[in-house]
């Protein structure tokens, strides 16, 4: 017995020095890609037209929601498998003032925010949650998808969504158009966008942007870019209003491609308090410290086969029988 | 044969017996309830018969059918533990039973899984380099898991091959069992603590009372081994009873004490992570959460009580009592990680729908359906020298 269990002990030894020997510092977030581009979202500027929402829904082929006879229109409360971007409105008591926290009201954009360190990339089995290595595009390929939803499950900002009504289903998300690129177009929310509320742009650009709007004092006069960022100019004249003082997307979780500013909190927006360092950087270290090189298992395997031998040795016609 | 029986009084005998009972009728018909839902789902799709939703696409055929389904099958695991690298010979005649039970808790797991997964057809971009995506925790816990169900029947095949040709074939796998017997021991290790990882990506949309980061993974294989052992009291007790055999009470009791260390770990483990992450307040708040929490708590610390004293580990009702709560207590603790405490925001909901009960109560049917005829079939069971013949 006493023999056995040092064996034992060998055996787990070794596998703790094989894990030991392999590579167990921390991943790290991951960083920006050199092409990165995104949104940024504008919720003072908003004004809850939706016509992001109905544009996307043409750009991507998504077929209306919750139409009834009474309201025969595309009407998304949410993000679904049928949609890809969606304006939510936060309300407080009167609804009196636009982006004011108390007796105020606000609107915010939900759709993929393009991870830096994205989540549903970590968590895909199979590669098909794609981070392309230089736009930063969070793609999704249906043909390598097993829809086990651990994607869906896995997004701090409840983005992947997943078609439940049918046999033969997908995960839904925005793809920041990027099929109508070659068109020379982009995310048809931010072509559409008529306040400019939503941009697009490389990552450089929307930081840019972002600092020029925070250095200004509000009610100030300035102009408000609309479409692309560093595209045809469509600006038009505006009056700098006041943000709270923290950019959405800048630092959560390694940070994000698109960016929000806006008027009140994000906690009221439902965008959650989140830390700087990635959940994808936390569970990818473990798995690595654990089964880098595969160095510990193939070690807790071979003193495992090793003692194993040995005690089956008496047993030689049929160990599990006598 | 008095003499035969003496010398073999452990070799495996089939027990024989009737197949079609009410017992196993009724059984059959829960299993084909559940396969008439599940063909619907293929038909329909997974909205049709179940309640999932974005705020909760892991049902409890996730929940229950694979995690927790696969933690009670680990009674092969952990019997293979003490058998063959602790060498204690005295657990060998319940590692072929518990082996049994764990192949169908595992394959029946591995079936969950198919159903559960939306784009099935794609199941086997699992094991081609070209998808592989290694860095998932769910890409681990799918190959292991599928490793370990051939690992098992290859384990389990001796027992099948008992016509007269298969003795050569028989032979050579013995041979090599030892491999194999290894491989079902690092598999399970590394599927079960992954489970427990499966959690850490999820970050923030876990409960603090079961966000424990590293120390899930450690969590997840202790009561696995734990849930693995309490199996194997459960259904050697049940055996007994239903098939009116002795009871092994004292080779349960030498278990039980085993089982009580590893327990009383596993508490310092859980409860020291807990302050350690100052989480235990949580416990405190008047929230469904502490409420559950309490609930899994007490069916481990109920058990450390019931088997702490030699006596007391002696009585068969103590062990089964014990076993019946740590069986409870790893289900509450992957239920309320992965259902109770996974908070995804304010709005979703989820509770199991009816066709989504009747698959996993059909599904645990179909798996005693298949050890009741599989026991009477084949020898997996120690003949006993009392047994009427």
Same mark, same amino acid.
């Given at each position: 017995m006493t023999m056995d269990r040092r064996n034992f002990l060998k055996a787990g030894a070794a596998a703790a020095a094989g894990a030991a020997a392999c590579p167990a510092r921390a991943r790290g977030n991951k960083t920006l890609p050199p092409g990165a581009v995104g949104l940024l979202f504008d919720s003072t500027l908003c004004i809850g037209c939706k016509a992001c929402v109905s544009a996307c829904k043409e750009a991507n082929g998504m077929p209306p929601e919750n139409v009834t006879s009474d309201a025969p229109w595309d009407a998304p409360l949410d993000l679904s498998g049928k949609t890809l971007n969606v304006i939510k409105v936060y309300r407080d008591g009167t609804a009196a003032q636009k982006d004011r926290e108390t007796d105020g009201f606000a609107f915010v954009k939900k759709s993929c925010l393009h991870c830096v360190d994205a989540s549903c990339v970590s968590a895909c089995p199979v590669k098909a949650m794609k981070k392309d290595e230089l736009t930063g595009v969070v793609s999704y390929d249906k043909n390598a998808c097993i829809g086990c939803r651990y994607c869906v499950a896995a997004c701090p900002f409840g983005v992947p969504r997943f078609t439940y009504d049918t046999p033969v289903p997908q995960i839904s998300k925005c793809q920041l158009c990027q099929h109508r690129w070659s068109q020379g177009r982009y995310a048809a929310c931010a072509e559409v966008c008529p306040t400019g509320a939503t941009l697009f742009g490389t990552v450089a650009d929307i930081r840019q942007e972002v600092a020029r709007r925070r250095a200004l004092k509000p009610g100030e006069a300035t102009v408000f870019p609309r479409g692309r960022l560093g595209g045809a100019d469509q600006s038009y004249p505006g009056t700098a209003s006041q943000y709270v003082d923290h950019v959405y997307g800048e630092k959560e979780l390694g940070g994000t491609q698109m960016m929000l500013l806006a008027g009140v909190s994000f906690d009221k927006l439902g965008y959650p308090k989140l830390p700087n360092e990635s959940f994808a950087s936390t569970s990818e270290t473990l798995q690595h410290t654990l089964y880098g090189g595969l160095v510990a298992p193939l070690a807790l395997l071979g003193g495992l086969t090793l003692i194993a031998k040995r005690n089956v040795k008496d047993h030689e016609e049929d160990p599990h029988g006598e | 044969m008095a003499s035969d029986a003496t010398l073999h009084a452990h070799a495996p005998r089939p027990l024989g017996g009737p197949l079609v009972t009410p017992v196993t009728v009724v059984l059959a018909l829960l299993a084909v309830g559940a396969f008439a839902v599940l063909a619907v789902r293929m038909v329909f799709g997974l909205g049709a018969v179940t309640n999932l939703?974005? !705020?909760? #696409?892991? /049902?409890i055929w996730i929940v229950y059918d694979v995690m927790i389904g696969s933690a009670f099958a680990c009674g092969g695991y952990a019997m293979a533990l003490l058998a063959y690298i602790f060498n204690r010979g005295e657990y060998h005649p319940l590692v072929r039973p518990a082996l049994l039970a764990s192949l169908f808790g595992y394959t029946l797991a591995g079936i969950s899984i198919f159903f559960d997964l939306g784009r099935w057809w794609n199941f086997w971009h699992v094991f081609f380099p070209q998808y592989a995506q290694p860095n998932s925790v769910m890409f681990e816990v799918a190959l292991c898991v599928s490793a370990y169900v051939i690992v098992m029947w290859i384990e389990f095949a001796p027992a099948l091959?008992? !016509? #007269? /040709?298969m003795a050569g074939i028989r032979r050579k796998l013995s041979r090599v069992l030892f491999f194999f017997i290894a491989l079902g021991l690092v598999l399970p290790t590394m599927h079960q603590s992954s489970l427990g990882s499966l959690m850490i990506v999820f970050g923030y949309q876990v409960h603090p009372l079961w966000q424990a980061g590293w120390l899930a993974p450690l969590e997840y294989l202790m009561t696995a081994i734990m849930l693995g052992w309490s199996a194997v009291i459960f259904e050697a007790t049940m055996s007994a009873v239903g098939f009116r055999r002795r009871l092994e009470t004292p080779v349960l009791a030498g278990l039980c004490r085993i089982l009580w260390g590893l327990l009383a770990a596993y508490l310092a483990v859980r409860i020291g992570d807990l302050v350690f992450r100052g989480a235990l307040a949580h416990a405190f708040a008047p929230s469904v959460q502490a409420l559950w929490f309490w609930a899994e708590m007490a069916c481990f610390v109920v058990p450390l009580a019931l088997i702490a004293t030699r006596e007391a580990r002696r009585s068969p009702a103590r062990q089964f009592l014990a076993a019946v709560l740590l069986m409870l207590g790893g289900m509450l603790l992957r239920i309320n990680g992965f259902l109770v405490g996974y908070m995804t925001g304010p709005g979703w909901s989820y509770f199991p729908s009816l066709p989504e009960l009747l698959v996993t109560v059909g599904l645990i049917a179909f798996e005693v359906l298949a050890y009741i005829v599989i026991v009477r079939k084949f020898p997996v069971l120690p003949a006993e020298p009392a047994a009427a013949h």
């Open positions: - | 939703n974005d !705020g909760y #696409p892991w /049902g091959m008992q !016509g #007269p /040709g």
